[in-house]
C-alpha cells in the first residue's frame, strides 16, 4: 500500500496541501467537519503576493484573480474623518515589486476555488468531524464523529483555530510524556482584541479599489471594497484585558450589539459611521482575536499547519497567506521524503518534521509580532503611539512601505518542484540570490556587542585609573591621527544613516555631538554595538535595499572635499591642532552630515518616492557612492603615509614610544584602533555568514589587518565599505541558474 496522509480540514491550509500532493502523486485522503465545501461564513481574505505565487504554480492563480478586487489605494483618518495620508500607488507598487498584488475577495470563493482545482474530488470527505486519534506509532487511525474510522500514514491537522488534531496530540503527548509543554503552549495563546468582520453594502462615495483604514482610542478599523457593490469591513476592538486559552471568550448577540451600542458614532471616513456601515450590512460576525505561534507543532506522526499551529491578528492580512506557505514547504519536505524512501521511518519523517517547525516559526513570529505591534499602533494605545501613527506611519511614502512589503514577500517558500511561479518583480526571492539571508543568533550579537564595548570600557578604566599624561614629543601627530581615524568612521557614520536598512539609526549628527563631548574612543564602539543589535535582523543585508537616497548621494563626494579640506591641508603642513582645540576639529566634523542632510532637502531631483524601484532597488547612486569612497581612500592613507613618516624618525627614543603608550592621547588611540581592527573583522564574518562574502575568512580577514597596517584604518574602513557596496549589490542579483 503507498503511503497515505490524511489531511483534517478542507479550507485554505487542507485544499492548498491536497492541491500540492495531488501535484505530486502522493496518495492523501482529506476529512472536513461542514456539509459542503466553502460555506458561507461572512469572512473576507486578502490574497499577498506570497500567497499568490504558489496559487500561481499550482494553476489557480487566475481562477481566483478573476474574482478578486485589487486593493489599489489605501487611505488612513483620524476618529474625526480628518484625512491623514494615504499610499494611491499601493497596487502598482506591489505589482511592480512582486510582480502580484494584494487582491480581496470572499473567502468561501478561494476556497471553492481550491476545491474546483483538484481532478479527483473523491479524495475529500465532507461531514467527517475528526473526534479522536488512536493510534500514531507506525502509522494513523482516525475517528471521526459519525463512527468512520480512517487509517493513514501522517496526519496534517489544518482544522483551524479550535484544532479538533492539536488537543489530540496535546491529549496524547501529555499521557506519554512528561516535558512535552502543553500548559505552556496553551498559556501562549492570548487574546488581546475582539473584531466584528463582515461584509456590507458599498456606500457610493467609496470607489473600486479603495482601502480605508480608521484610527480610534482603543479601536481601529479596515475597510476595503470588494466586487459586486461589496465594502469588506473589520472593526478591531481592545478588550479590557488580556485572555489566555480556555478564558478566550466566545461572543453572544448580546456582545455584538454592546459592541454596536458603544462604537455606532465612530466615524470611519467622511460621509459613513460605523452604524452606517452596521445597517447596510450583508453578514457581520463577532470573533475573539488570538494569537500565537506554538513551540510545538508535531508529535510523533502529526503535525498542524495553519492556524491550528499560529495564528495572527488579521490586521495585515497574513493568517491565510501563512496557511497557504504552511502547506507548500510541508508538501515539499514530504516530497523529498517519499521521494528518498517510498516508506519513511519514524526518524525521517520526525528530521522532516523538525525542517518544518524551525523553518516556519521564526517566520510566523514576526507576523505574528508584526501583526501585534502595528494593531497597537492604530488603535492608538498611548500618546507615543498615537503620535507615531498620525504623524508618521500615516503619513510614510510608498518607498519606506515597499521596502516593508519586500521583506514580508522574499522569503515566502515557493514550490520546489513544479515551474517557478509565471510573474516575478524587481526584488528577486530570497531563494533566486546568492545572498542567504538569515537572523544573526542572540549569542553571537552579544558575543561582538560585548567585544566592542569590552574595547570602550577598558579604556574608560585606564582613562579613570591610570595616571596618563599627557605625550609631548608626540603629542602633535597621535592627535592628527586621531582626526584621520575618526574621518573615516564619520564618512560610515553618514553613509549609514541614508542606508534604508538603517531607519533606526537615522543621523550622524547625535553621535558626532556625543564624540565631541565625549571622545570618539568610547562614542565610536557604542555606535558599533547599536550596529550590530539593529543588524541581527534576517531581512538586514537582504532583501532591504542597499541604494540609498540620490539626493544625498550626488553630494557626498563635494560634502567630503568641504568638510575635510582645510582640515586636511592643515594635518599635511604639520599644523593642526598646535592652534586650534581637539573640541573644534571634533565639531567640523559635523559638516559632513549637516551639508549632506541640507543639500538632500534643498534638491530638486524627484524624491524615492516617484520611482521607488529605481530608487531602491538601482544602482544609480553607486558612481556617487564610490567617488566618495575613492576621495575618502586617497585623503586617508596619504595622510596615514605623512604621519607615519613623521613618526617612524622619532620612534628610536625610547621615551617617545613609552610616551605615547601610557598617555592619555595614545589609549585613545590605541583603543579607536582596537574597535575599528574589531569592526572589520565583525563585518567580514557577517558578510560571509549571509553569503554575500564568497572568500573564505582566512584570506579576508588577513587582507583587511595588512590593509589597516599598509593604509591605515580610516582608507581601510572605507575601502572595506566600497568593496561591501558592490559586494550587497552582486549577492542580491537573480542567480543564472534559477
Ligand atoms: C476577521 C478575519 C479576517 C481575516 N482576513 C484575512 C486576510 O485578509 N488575509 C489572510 O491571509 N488571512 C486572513 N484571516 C485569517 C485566515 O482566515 C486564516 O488564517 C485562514 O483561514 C487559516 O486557514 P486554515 O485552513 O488554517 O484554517 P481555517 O480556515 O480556519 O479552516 C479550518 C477548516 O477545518 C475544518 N475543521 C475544523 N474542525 C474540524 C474537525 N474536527 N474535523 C474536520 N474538519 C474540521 C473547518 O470546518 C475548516 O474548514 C482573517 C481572519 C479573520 C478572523
Redesign the pocket.
Known amino acids: 500500500m503507498s503511503f497515505k496522509i490524511i489531511i483534517?480540514?478542507?479550507?485554505?491550509?487542507?485544499l492548498t496541501l491536497a492541491n500540492i500532493l495531488e501535484r505530486y502523486g502522493i496518495e492523501y485522503v482529506l476529512?472536513?467537519?461542514?456539509r459542503c465545501i466553502a460555506p458561507q461564513l461572512g469572512?473576507?481574505?486578502?490574497i499577498l503576493p506570497y500567497?499568490s505565487q504558489v496559487l500561481d504554480q499550482l494553476g489557480v492563480n487566475e481562477v481566483v484573480q478573476s474574482m478578486c478586487e485589487r486593493m489599489e489605494s489605501m487611505h488612513y483618518y483620524d476618529s474625526d474623518g480628518v484625512k491623514l495620508g494615504g499610499h494611491d500607488t499601493f497596487g502598482e507598487m506591489l505589482l511592480e515589486l512582486t510582480g502580484y498584488q494584494f487582491n480581496f475577495l470572499d473567502?468561501r470563493e478561494l476556497v471553492q476555488a481550491l476545491y474546483d482545482n483538484l481532478k479527483d474530488k473523491s479524495k475529500v470527505h465532507i461531514s467527517?468531524?475528526?473526534l479522536s486519534i488512536n493510534q500514531l506509532e507506525t502509522g494513523i487511525t482516525v475517528t471521526t464523529k459519525d463512527g468512520t474510522i480512517f487509517r493513514g500514514d501522517i496526519l496534517v491537522g489544518?482544522?483551524?483555530?479550535h484544532s479538533?488534531t492539536r488537543k489530540e496530540v496535546w491529549r496524547i503527548a501529555d499521557s506519554e510524556v512528561l516535558d512535552y509543554g502543553t500548559q505552556q503552549m496553551a498559556k501562549s495563546i492570548t487574546c488581546s482584541y475582539k473584531?466584528m468582520?463582515g461584509i456590507s453594502d458599498r456606500p457610493e462615495n467609496a470607489p473600486d479599489g479603495r482601502g480605508y483604514k480608521t484610527y480610534h482610542k482603543n479601536r481601529s478599523y479596515l475597510c476595503q471594497a470588494g466586487r459586486g457593490g461589496k465594502l469588506y469591513f473589520?472593526t478591531f476592538s481592545k478588550n479590557p484585558k488580556v485572555t489566555t486559552d480556555e478564558d478566550i471568550r466566545r461572543y453572544t448577540s448580546e456582545d455584538e450589539k454592546d459592541l454596536l451600542d458603544t462604537q455606532r458614532d465612530d466615524v470611519l471616513f467622511p460621509g459613513l459611521t460605523f452604524g452606517d456601515l452596521h445597517r447596510k450590512r450583508r453578514t457581520a460576525v463577532l470573533?475573539p482575536l488570538q494569537e500565537y505561534v506554538l513551540e510545538k507543532c508535531f508529535y510523533k506522526r502529526v503535525i498542524l499547519i495553519?492556524?491550528?499551529f499560529h495564528k495572527m491578528n488579521?490586521l495585515t492580512?497574513?493568517?491565510?497567506?501563512s496557511?497557504i506557505e504552511d502547506a507548500a514547504l510541508l508538501g515539499d519536505l514530504l516530497k523529498e521524503a517519499l521521494d528518498n524512501d517510498p516508506r519513511p521511518t519514524n526518524e525521517n519523517i520526525h528530521a522532516q518534521f523538525n525542517h518544518f517547525q524551525e523553518e516556519r516559526k521564526p517566520r510566523a513570529r514576526i507576523l505574528v509580532d508584526g501583526a501585534h505591534a502595528l494593531q497597537r499602533l492604530e488603535a492608538l494605545e498611548n500618546p507615543f503611539l498615537e503620535f507615531l501613527q498620525k504623524n508618521v506611519i500615516a503619513k510614510g511614502e510608498i518607498d519606506q512601505l515597499a521596502a516593508v512589503m519586500a521583506a514580508t514577500h522574499c522569503p515566502g517558500h515557493i514550490l520546489k518542484y513544479l515551474p517557478k511561479p509565471s510573474r516575478e518583480g524587481v526584488v528577486a526571492r530570497d531563494v533566486e540570490v546568492v545572498a542567504r539571508p538569515r537572523e544573526r543568533s542572540s549569542i553571537a550579537t552579544a558575543f561582538w556587542i560585548i567585544l566592542v564595548l569590552l574595547v570602550a570600557g577598558v579604556s574608560f578604566a585606564l582613562g579613570q585609573s591610570v595616571s596618563m599624561g599627557t605625550a609631548t614629543v608626540l603629542h602633535d601627530s597621535l592627535l592628527d591621527y586621531t582626526l584621520v581615524t575618526t574621518m573615516g568612521v564619520n564618512a560610515l557614520w553618514t553613509i549609514e544613516s541614508y542606508r534604508p536598512s538603517n531607519t533606526n539609526n537615522p543621523s550622524a549628527i547625535p553621535y558626532i555631538l556625543a564624540s565631541t563631548a565625549f571622545d570618539w574612543h568610547l562614542i565610536t564602539p557604542i555606535y558599533f554595538a547599536i550596529y550590530i543589535y539593529l543588524s541581527k535582523s534576517r531581512t538586514f543585508y537582504y532583501p532591504n535595499p542597499r541604494a540609498i537616497d540620490l539626493r544625498a548621494a550626488e553630494h557626498l563626494p563635494t560634502g567630503l572635499l568641504v568638510t575635510y579640506f582645510v582640515p586636511a591641508l592643515l594635518l599635511l603642513k604639520n599644523m593642526a591642532p598646535i592652534a586650534v582645540p581637539k573640541w573644534i576639529f571634533s565639531l567640523v566634523q559635523l559638516g559632513l552630515p549637516v551639508l549632506i542632510s541640507l543639500r538632500q532637502r534643498m534638491s530638486t531631483r524627484e524624491p524615492p518616492s516617484a520611482n521607488f524601484a529605481e530608487a531602491l532597488y538601482g544602482t544609480s547612486d553607486m558612481p556617487y557612492l564610490s567617488w566618495f569612497y575613492n576621495l575618502g581612500i586617497l585623503s586617508t592613507s596619504t595622510l596615514h603615509v605623512v604621519i607615519a613618516s613623521r613618526v617612524f624618525p622619532r620612534i628610536p627614543g625610547t621615551t617617545a614610544v613609552k610616551e605615547m603608550v601610557l598617555s592619555s592621547e595614545g589609549v585613545q588611540l590605541a583603543s579607536l584602533t582596537a574597535v575599528n581592527l574589531i569592526w572589520f573583522v565583525f563585518t567580514i564574518w557577517d558578510l560571509r555568514r549571509t553569503n554575500v562574502l564568497q572568500s573564505p575568512l582566512s584570506f579576508a580577514v588577513p587582507s583587511v589587518l595588512l590593509g589597516s597596517i599598509c593604509f591605515g584604518p580610516a582608507a581601510t574602513l572605507l575601502g572595506l565599505w566600497k568593496w561591501r557596496e558592490g559586494a550587497l549589490e552582486r549577492s542580491r542579483a537573480r542567480k543564472q541558474d534559477f
Open positions: 483534517i480540514g478542507g479550507s485554505i491550509a487542507g476529512l472536513e467537519k461542514y469572512a473576507s481574505l486578502g500567497g473567502r467527517k468531524e475528526l489544518a482544522d483551524g483555530v479538533q473584531c468582520f473589520f470573533v495553519g492556524d491550528s488579521p492580512g497574513q493568517g491565510g497567506n496557511a
